[in-house]
């Protein structure tokens, strides 16, 4: 799995500056599964504390809106992370993730990022870098979205 990972990764920009040692030491940390087409994989509203690695397959981003209507936001496949900021901060999940087709994902939870921090330090920081790299990216598409929106 380390290889289908690693192969994965060069696909992410996530992950795009961790080399196979990174990959390999990362991996220790992580659990895999898949996941049918239909099956949810994060549910609005849940409490947890890990993120998701998509390595194979489709996800479709799913957000209730006011008037309990499940609506589709986007879909991602292989190498796309989902989960990062409830992993972070602890609250409950944005949207629904759902696979749609048979999709394989690793897991990253609070307590094996914690654990990274503590054994691995270096590896640790190149994370937390990305993470916030990766939500600064997502934060500034969002007011961006949000500003035209308000220009209409």
């Known amino acids: 799995m380390v ?5 994965m990764i060069g696909r ?7 080399t196979r040692d990174d990959v390999e030491r990362l991996t220790a940390f992580m659990y895999v599964y898949r996941a049918s ?4 994989i994060i549910h609005e509203g849940d409490v947890d504390d890990y993120m ?17 209507n499940h609506r589709p936001m986007t879909a991602v496949g292989a190498g796309a992370t989902l989960g990062e900021m409830s992993m972070i901060d602890g609250e409950p999940r944005f949207a629904t993730c759902v696979a749609v087709d048979s999709t394989t994902f690793s ?6 990022m914690v654990k990274i921090i503590l054994e691995e330090p270096a590896l640790g920081s190149k994370i937390l870098i990305k993470l916030a790299t990766l939500m600064s990216q997502r934060l500034r598409s969002t007011s961006s979205n949000l500003l035209h929106y308000l220009e209409r």
């Open 3 to 7: 290889q289908e990972i690693f192969e």
């Open 12 to 18: 992410s920009k996530f992950y795009a500056d961790f």
């Open 37 to 40: 087409p239909g099956q949810a």
């Open 52 to 68: 998701i690695l998509i390595i194979e397959g489709r996800v479709e981003i799913v957000k209730t809106d006011s008037q309990g």
């Open 107 to 112: 897991v990253l939870s609070r307590e094996s």
